[in-house]
């Protein structure tokens, strides 16, 4: 029984192989009617005067990363770097951060007391993998601790 299947294996390789090779012999003899030889392409008219319509509408555009100071989070557990529980060099509550991501790419820590420190352990790639997706913009910081809760 092992032997037989092994000979069907053997045989179903074979006759894809073939068929291959067909299909390859077609596509190097085969003229296709419908397509034309590919040439070089033509420069793209230049139309002056004409401004590049935007897909969407001003008012549901969000502001690009470069457009805002920083995006924040908030993190409730003891935040581990490095194998290390960070504590607050000024008050030294080791939980219930926010996070902030400053446009620099610096990460910044702010506990519930409002001492900020920066944080080189961290970095703007392990921040974007620990946040969620950007759900409210605010104008103030004030506004966007308030959010969260500071």
Not at 60 to 85: C, H, K, T, Y
Not at 105 to 127: F, M, N, Q, V
């Amino acid at each position: 029984m092992f032997f037989r299947r092994a000979r069907e294996d053997r045989a179903l390789r074979e006759a894809q192989r073939a068929g291959y090779a067909l299909l390859l012999q077609l596509q190097a003899t085969q003229a296709w009617r419908d397509f034309p030889e590919p040439t070089s392409p033509a420069p793209a008219p230049a139309v002056e005067g004409s401004a590049v319509r935007d897909l969407l509408p001003p008012q549901l555009r969000v502001p690009s990363r470069q457009e805002v100071a920083g995006l924040m989070m908030r993190w409730e557990q003891p935040l581990v770097v490095d194998g290390e529980i960070r504590t607050c060099p000024g008050c030294g509550a080791y939980r219930d951060w926010i996070v902030f991501c400053m446009r620099d790419d610096s990460i910044w820590l702010r506990c519930r007391a409002g001492h900020e420190t920066k944080e080189p352990g961290l970095d703007a790639a392990s921040y974007n993998r620990n946040s969620g997706p950007v759900n409210r913009f605010h104008r103030t910081l004030e506004e966007g601790l308030r959010h969260l809760g500071h």
